[in-house]
């Protein structure tokens, strides 16, 4: 059960949150959790969207941050995105289940995008405390300036909605998918 209010239907959400969720309702066919537990919030709602949307049209494909989500939220242990981002990955994306398991930690099969996705554990990780080599490494592989900041957008993104999920005990409504759990009951950054 939720932790934090989720509305039930688009009209308890606060009017300002309405007209968002009305266009996510008719972007997606439906309104997932995320959405109407953002909805609280009109401005954090917004906020998330239009970073979601900018990123869209950024430099790095769509594909890149799938990997990168799915990344993130086993770090974070939110099983509400890793549920989502699975989904996404497979059915959106087009992504196999031996890349998303890669993706999961902490890396990529294809040689071309594991850096990508390496640097984004690693910023999630280090809390964006990065080394001077990890930069190297990433630019050596060909990544530009503008492509390392989405990285760390699209990180930073994922953070809020891991953060947002676990706070919150969100509901899932996508087809359950479980972060890795540590033998001991506790989770412990990634190795990258």
Known sequence: MSRLHIPAMIADAPA????????????????????????????????????????????????????IALAVAEINSCDYCMSAHSYLGKNVAKLDEAEMSANRNGGSNDPKVAPAVQFAAKVANERGR?????LSV???????DAQIVEIVAHVALNVLTNYANVVANTAIDFPVVRTRQHKNGTRTLLDT
């Open 138 to 144: 990433i630019k050596e592989a060909g990544y530009t």
């Open 16 to 67: 300002a949150s309405q007209a968002l969720l009305e266009a996510i309702n008719r972007k997606l066919g439906v309104t997932p959790n995320l959405f109407r537990l953002m909805a609280n919030s009109p401005a954090a709602l917004e906020g998330y969207l239009g970073l979601a949307g900018a990123l869209a049209k950024g430099a790095l494909p769509a594909q890149t941050g799938e990997r």
């Open 130 to 134: 990065v080394s001077d080599e990890d």
